[in-house]
């Protein structure tokens, strides 16, 4: 089974600091995604990668980067956290154009 | 743009009934179309997709999908409900021509199967 690894399951962090969220998956797949989940607005994305080191945005991209140095890790930036980037974020991975995305369990983020 | 609809924020049903969680999308290519279902503070795991072929397609945990192109829509259904089913459903929508891998959710429906 695809396992993707989200570190940390629950952070919390102060406005203005920069947060890391790392994410590995364990079968090779060279699409990754991150997602954030908000009440009554679903899923929307972040940022995605198709490659090593390469990215393309989302559709909320403003205030978060990535980094993709290694294939199996795919990591979310938040340059300087605010309160509204409270929220639960996901990463996901896929192979294919036709397969489904593998999740994690997701990061909940609270930013004070 | 690729666009979903999932037009009810909850559906309530006895267990045993029949239960329908309704889709709609918008896609400029071929859509590829998936069904995610989330439990309490995990990830989304995927229940089932429709690329291409048979219209009705079939998934984990007895729920199938019905692919209506001329409405398009991609309703979720199962013949008989459990408790267990109890969960927030995601339908999913990808552009099959553009050659992309970004993938657009609905807000999610939250189902409740009452014993």
């Known amino acids: 089974d695809v396992k993707v690894t989200q570190s940390s399951r629950y952070l919390v962090k102060r406005t203005g600091e920069k947060v890391f969220l790392e994410c590995v998956q364990d079968m090779d797949h060279e699409n990754m995604f991150w997602y954030r989940q908000d009440p009554g607005l679903g899923l929307r994305l972040i940022y995605f990668?198709?490659?090593?080191?390469?990215?393309e945005k989302g559709d909320i991209p403003e205030g978060y980067s990535v980094s993709r140095e290694k294939k199996e890790r795919f990591s979310l930036i938040l340059e300087s956290a605010s309160t509204n980037q409270t929220s639960m974020y996901l990463c996901?991975?896929?192979?294919?154009?036709?397969?489904?995305?593998?999740f994690g369990n997701g990061t909940r983020l609270t930013v004070t | 743009a690729q666009s979903v609809a999932q037009p009810e924020d909850q559906v309530n049903v006895a267990e045993g009934n029949p239960l329908t969680v309704k889709c709609t999308y918008s896609v400029s290519g071929n859509p590829y179309l998936f069904w995610y279902v989330q439990y309490p503070n995990r990830g989304l795991q995927f229940l089932l997709k429709?690329?291409?072929?048979?219209?009705l397609v079939k998934g984990s945990y007895g729920f199938e999908a019905e692919f209506n192109k001329s409405q398009t829509s991609f309703h979720l259904k199962k013949p008989s409900a459990l408790v267990s089913d109890s969960a927030l459903y995601f339908c999913?929508?990808?552009?099959?021509?553009?050659?992309?891998?970004?993938?657009?959710f609905g807000a999610g429906t939250r189902l409740f199967v009452k014993a």
């Open positions: 429709y690329i291409t072929g048979d219209n």
């Open positions: 990668s198709y490659d090593v080191k390469m990215k």
């Open positions: 999913a929508v990808r552009d099959g021509n553009t050659g992309g891998f970004k993938t657009i």
């Open positions: 996901a991975s896929t192979p294919r154009r036709n397969s489904p995305l593998h």
